[in-house]
DNA sequence: TCTTGACCTCAAGTCGACTTTAGGTTGTAC
DNA sequence: GTACAACCTAAAGTCGACTTGAGGTCAAGA
């Protein structure tokens, strides 16, 4: 298969393709003269990708994960893991999605004046709604370098 | 309420209140001199603001939705929207925890060799999962300018 | 008075996952 | 044998949400 079908096939566009191939997550069988050239396989490595993205995992972990060559060698461990993450991720999500339902029907003349919506605000302010430590929704990265108080800025950073 | 504060009590960096406030989410009463000076209701309006973002919604639509000035008029048609589509994320994500999790203690020597792997790989592939269309999720933005077919690739773009 | 630390502004940098552009090469149909 | 669509590479751009840096202002304490 040359790199049109793959793109066809499996849905990723040609630049993912060799986007994905420089960053090791996926590998041609050859070339013909310039032209990749991709063995069938190549389709399922595409959904494992696709599989460990919508799971929220990145490209980084993905390439370890599944190695650049051989077959995906996935460790259950980090399966679990991943799972886990996953899991706590609803919950919080599940706890938004209800408390946005009953905000929609409260019958308080404003929001602020709801006390579950103020319930819900004091959750999201305190961080118990969003996501902290190594969630997968890759919104808030936060923390490049100092991220050690959350106030302080002094000498300003 | 100096900058400083309003930092150390909500809990967001004075960076981000003044990126905030450019942005026209906050406003602060005043000044002291050069200095913000903010009002009490700042930490609700704070509080609100990471609970969208913990909702997924972007900080334009939190801008559009709050107002810069004046007290929060939220419309409760996209309160109920955005709780539809927290759900249909939920929904995904648990096809996909539960997925992983039978993937981490299936007992095929390969997780290419379950079934039950392989079905979910249809699915990541197929895009049922993968956030489509107007989703919560950030990641995967895809489509600036052209998304008209997902192969093709001619003239090379 | 002079220092200093907390604040200010504006511009540029960061992160991940791609996409887009520019300029070059080639297999294949005519 | 020549045109050209489809491929190639390397580098730069994009998106959102911030952060970081450089350079400046100002009020309060020594």
């Keep these: 298969m040359d790199i049109a079908e793959v ?13 994905y191939e420089e960053k090791g997550l ?9 032209r990749r050239v991709f063995g069938a396989n190549i389709l399922e490595r595409l959904a494992l990708i696709a599989l460990g ?19 995906p060698n996935i460790d259950r461990e980090l399966l679990a893991k ?4 996953l899991d706590s991720t ?7 999605r209800d408390g946005l339902r009953h905000a929609a029907v409260c019958f308080a003349p404003s929001h602020m004046e709801c006390p579950k919506f103020r319930r819900l605000l004091g959750l999201a ?30 000498g300003d950073m």
Excluded: H, W
Aim: aromatic share 2%; proline share 2%; charged share 30%.
């Design 82 to 85: 991943k799972a886990d993450e």
């Design 53 to 71: 993205r919508a799971a929220g995992v990145s490209l980084d972990e993905i390439a370890q994960m599944v190695g650049a060559n051989g077959s």
């Design 90 to 96: 609803v919950q919080k999500l599940i706890a938004m």
């Design 26 to 34: 996926i590998k041609s069988v050859g070339r013909q003269g310039l």
């Design 7 to 19: 793109a066809k096939r499996s849905g990723v566009p040609a630049s993912t393709l060799r986007f």
């Design 125 to 154: 302010a305190s961080g118990a709604i969003k996501s902290e430590g190594s969630d997968q929704l890759p919104k808030r990265r936060r923390s490049y370098k100092r991220c050690t108080g959350q106030a302080g800025e002094r």
